[in-house]
């Protein structure tokens, strides 16, 4: 495990940056919170608490996962926002939360999303099953469950984390893409949920996070029609991407990111981001990264992964209006 003056040794020397060297004797001096926009279990949980873990052996202070689901992640991420900007507190999000959110449901947030957060580090990408339950549905694979649902058209539902997420964005345009009507059915209260309805059948489809659903797929109770990536996982060798099943281009990767206010230190930012990368890396995380499906990121600094999350705001900008769903 690498300690603080090696992560900063190790990325960009300490000579050349003698901010952060300076900023390692007393940040963090105490523990960290780190608010996670859904309920426990989830994918975004998954790997808040797997960092924070790896943060606390870096860091030798707490890293205290703090649940605040609601309101499309807007909760989590205006109590992130007006917390105290000195980098003790933090928010781990996705694509949903942090990149759709604040394009979708910009007028609904009380503070200026792209001036008050900022992203500190990526942390994994993660692709989507498009699953089915296995409870009352015949649909065995996606051309049955398609041809189903042509033939009963408003009898079969799907499932999302909510209004505005990217699980209804996709459904959304395979509904276009194949000529489906279906029903949208918000699950906000996050993954559990969400798998216990598919489970007993009350609900029929759902784009989900490969991470959350693999061991009810794994074991058969919940079956798997697609992925949505750009080539089968190797733990699930038999199960099709979207692409091949000729709906390329539909399903979103559910990345997760930590985010700060944006006016906390930049030496703090520029030390949890250096700190981030080496946590990513040691051999507990990736290894739970490859059972849950993760991927890990490549190595970005902290400007870099700004950039990055601008173009996300710019691609989502374009797809909500292309979409053009009801958010009500």
């Known amino acids: 495990m690498l300690t603080r003056r090696g992560v900063l040794a190790s990325t960009a020397g300490l000579s050349a940056v003698p901010c952060v060297a300076q900023a390692q004797e007393s940040y963090p001096a ?7 926009p859904y309920a426990p279990g989830g994918a975004t949980d998954i790997v808040a608490r797997l960092v924070g873990e790896e943060m606390r052996r870096e860091f030798g202070q707490p890293f205290l996962i703090e649940n605040k689901p609601g309101a499309a992640g807007i909760l989590a991420i205006e109590t992130m926002a007006r917390s105290r900007a000195d980098g003790y507190t933090l928010m781990v999000g996705n694509v949903t939360t942090n990149a759709i959110t604040p394009v979708l449901f910009r007028q609904r ?46 009898r079969v539902n799907y499932c999302s984390s909510g209004v505005g997420s990217y699980q209804q964005f996709d459904a959304v345009m395979l509904g276009r893409r194949a000529g489906l009507e279906m029903v949208h ?34 074991d058969g109770r919940i079956r798997a029609l697609a992925v949505a990536s750009d080539s089968r996982l190797p733990d699930f060798p038999d199960v099709p991407t979207m692409a091949e099943l000729g709906y390329a281009g539909i399903g979103t990767t559910a990345w997760q990111a930590l985010f700060a206010p944006a006016d906390a230190p930049r030496e703090a930012l520029l030390l949890l ?12 995380v990736k290894e739970a990264f490859r059972r849950q499906g993760m991927r890990l990121m490549p190595e970005a600094s902290l400007d870099e992964t700004k950039t990055w999350l601008a173009a996300e705001l710019n ?12 958010v009500g």
């Open 185 to 218: 059915v918000p699950m906000p209260g996050g993954a559990g949920p969400t798998i216990t309805e598919l489970l007993n059948g009350n609900l029929h489809m759902c784009f989900l996070n490969v991470a959350t659903s693999a061991g009810m797929v794994r």
């Open 30 to 36: 105490r523990p960290v919170r780190m608010i996670v």
């Open 273 to 284: 981001n250096r700190a981030v990368t080496a946590s990513l890396h040691s051999e507990t």
């Open 315 to 326: 691609l989502w900008r374009q797809t909500v209006e292309e979409a053009k769903v009801d």
């Open 109 to 154: 947030m009380s503070i200026d999303y792209e001036k008050e957060v900022t992203p500190v580090a990526r942390l994994a990408d993660l692709p989507a099953f498009l699953l089915a339950t296995s409870t009352n549905f015949p649909a065995r694979n996606l051309s049955e469950a398609i041809d189903f649902a042509r033939h009963n058209p408003g």
